[in-house]
């Protein structure tokens, strides 16, 4: 049998299983020894992400990560090949080999999307240190028939390895549950303005004049939910022209002490926040270019991350558990 080793395994294994998936494909299941996780380096960012329909995921530090496209359009011919088996006849050959089919289709789609959570889970897990999400159940309540279960199972496959990373890795993981919408709360000032329908993807908050992108607003919001020490200027797609005291302009909020990081009570302290940063006075024009360069560098930063990241290496696992394919028979 050929065996197509996907890494060198750390160490002669004391048993191995192996495995026959629905797709016909085998799995060879080792435990081996590991010596001691290595740590991770300490660093400042923390970081709230909303999951959503729109983007797969948004940072409070104003990323946006969508599942790749080639994932995007698998998943969509899937969909299709499901329909392909209920056409052949009961009990033929040509059914069996469809759902056959559509079973191998199955796995392909669910290692591709796997492997894309590992990549985006580590980055995170690795650039911050603490991560805040919002408890699934309380998504899924807000969400009505948009709601699909292909989403609530990979924001749970998501969330768990974010959770499991982060505890391998020292890092602190929080899940939040919320009271109120985060599309209804300003991030920078803490104003509720009510609920706002879906296809409004961007606002001008009424009382500081922050003009705030929904869903980095709702990722902002998760953080501070969350306790954690994050700015509100990654929420602003430009800096609200407000009439600020002039001294104001520029200061930046205090981090919050990491300990009273508990869901809950944070909710306290959305509202008594943060002074937005880069509000600047009416006809203030540096502010203004500043306002215009700072998208596209974020651009480009966010290039750069990408592709530095294809240099990272996956955590190991203790357990090497279903990596080693054996191939079909
Ligand atoms: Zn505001």
């Known amino acids: ?183 209804q709360v300003c991030s920078a000032c803490g104003a509720k303005d009510g609920p706002k329908p879906l296809h409004v993807r961007q606002w001008t908050c009424a009382e500081c004049g922050a003009v705030l992108d929904r869903d980095i607003n709702a990722a902002v919001n998760v953080a501070k939910a969350a306790g954690l020490a994050v700015s509100a200027c990654g929420a602003q797609v430009r800096p609200g022209f407000v009439l600020a005291q002039r001294d104001e302009a520029g200061t930046h909020p205090k981090p919050h002490p990491t300990t009273a990081r508990q869901a809950g009570i944070a909710l306290l302290q959305v509202g008594e926040e943060v002074k937005p940063a880069s509000s600047s006075a009416p006809g203030d024009l540096l502010d203004g270019y500043r306002a215009a360069l700072f998208v596209p560098f974020t651009a480009v930063l966010l290039a750069s991350a990408l592709s530095a990241y294809g240099l990272l290496r996956r955590p190991r696992s203790r357990v090497v558990a279903r990596e080693s394919r054996v191939g079909t028979p």
Do not use: C
Not at 137 to 155: E, F, M, P, Q, Y
């Open 1 to 183: 049998m050929a065996v197509k080793w996907s890494r060198a395994l750390p160490s002669v294994p004391s048993t191995v299983t192996v495995i026959k998936d629905s797709a016909g494909r085998y799995f060879a299941s080792f435990v081996v020894e590991t010596g001691p996780e290595e740590g991770l380096a300490p660093v400042t960012p923390e970081v709230g992400v909303d999951l959503g329909l729109g983007h797969f995921a948004v940072l409070s530090d104003g990323r946006k990560t969508d599942s790749p496209r080639f994932l995007r359009r698998a998943e969509k011919r899937l969909k299709k090949a499901q329909r392909a088996p209920s056409r052949k006849e009961k009990g033929s050959r040509n059914r069996d080999k469809a759902r056959l089919r559509v079973a191998r289709a199955h796995a392909r789609v669910a290692d591709a999307r796997r492997e894309f959570h590992h990549q985006l889970s580590t980055r995170i897990i690795r650039e911050n240190q603490a991560v805040a999400v919002e408890d699934l159940a309380v998504k899924g309540l807000a969400r009505t028939r948009l709601a699909k279960s292909v989403h609530d199972a990979g924001w749970s496959q998501f969330t768990a390895m974010l959770e499991y990373k982060a505890r391998r890795y020292g890092r602190t993981f929080v899940r939040i549950g919320r009271f109120e919408p985060t599309s």
